[in-house]
């Protein structure tokens, strides 16, 4: 094992950015952050009160990812700066301002959670998640954690398989779909626009499928998650009436390139109670 201390760019609490990111292969409590690694064996992060992080891994490819899945180097403070007078974040942000959107070790993990997400509530869609990774890959010597999938872990699966797991036909007949045809950890190497066109070329994957994409396999910010559950029911509080998801999408313009992290904010800043909403009036 090896060990680096990283201080990150800009603010960041570990605490808060891990607080709901535990899956099939990492998990976190009042510990460390453990996390099975793509590159191989499990890594551990914690936070110092003086802000460093501790990585350790098992060489130098486990630190850069964990870095990576961290967020390590992406300082929002720009995003934090800009709409400080937002009027839905400006309560939220002095409280949400160390808080960063994990990443997932691999773009195939990201593609999974977006294709088990759709239109279903979150807690079943994350049990469907867990039960597929936990049946398509390995676990490391001693770790009760699951490796990242990547396209290989589902080679030998057909829908069929995957849909005794829990997930819908179509959104099965999707994922095996890409896994083979699309080198979906090459996206990391493209241009946000260019991943998301592709992406959005292909069938059963719509705009907040490739948003979930985008902010958690690419760690890019400027895809928002036009159409997420918890956005609809924002904006449908903010505007007094149930919306379409497509409506979700007015929600984030003023966010423009930040529409990503804007996205996650606003959840968290909703889920808190901290997104003012007109009162209504009595009848």
């Not at 453990?34 to 551990?44: F, S």
């Not at 899945?69 to 992406?74: H, I, T």
């Not at 974040?89 to 160390?98: H, Q």
């Not at 090459?186 to 946000?192: A, G, I, K």
């Amino acid at each position: 094992m090896i060990s680096a201390a990283v201080r990150p760019r800009g603010p960041f609490s570990l605490r808060l950015s891990s607080r709901l990111a535990g899956d099939a292969t990492r998990t976190f409590s009042s510990g460390p952050l453990l996390a099975a690694l793509a590159a191989g064996g499990v890594g551990r992060a914690w936070q110092q009160p003086d802000g460093v992080v501790q990585l350790r891994a098992p060489d130098d490819r486990g630190i850069d990812e964990l870095s990576f899945v961290l967020a390590l180097d992406d300082d929002h403070s720009e995003f934090l700066e800009r709409f400080r007078d937002d009027p839905l974040l400006r309560r939220a942000l002095p409280r949400l301002r160390g808080y960063r959107p994990l990443r997932l070790s691999t773009v195939t993990h990201a593609l999974l959670r977006a294709v088990c997400g759709q239109l279903i509530q979150a807690s079943r869609a994350r049990q469907i998640e867990r039960n597929v990774i936990r049946a398509t890959t390995s676990r490391p010597p001693a770790a009760w954690l699951h490796t990242p999938p990547t396209p290989a872990s589902f080679a030998s699966f057909s829908p069929a398989q995957l849909r005794r797991l829990g997930l819908g036909a179509r959104r099965s007949a999707t994922l095996i779909r890409l896994c083979r045809s699309l080198d979906l950890e090459r996206l990391r190497s493209q241009p946000t626009a260019a991943a998301a066109d592709r992406l959005e070329r292909e069938r059963g994957l719509g705009p907040w499928s490739v948003g979930v994409v985008c902010v958690e396999g690419l760690g890019r910010h400027e895809r928002g998650l036009v159409g997420d559950l918890g956005l609809v029911k924002l904006c449908s509080a903010l505007r007094g009436r149930w919306v379409e998801p497509w409506e979700t999408a007015e929600l984030l313009e003023p966010y423009g390139e930040w529409a990503g992290l804007a996205s996650v904010y606003l959840l968290q800043a909703f889920r808190l109670g901290l997104v003012p909403l007109p009162q209504r009036q009595a009848a």
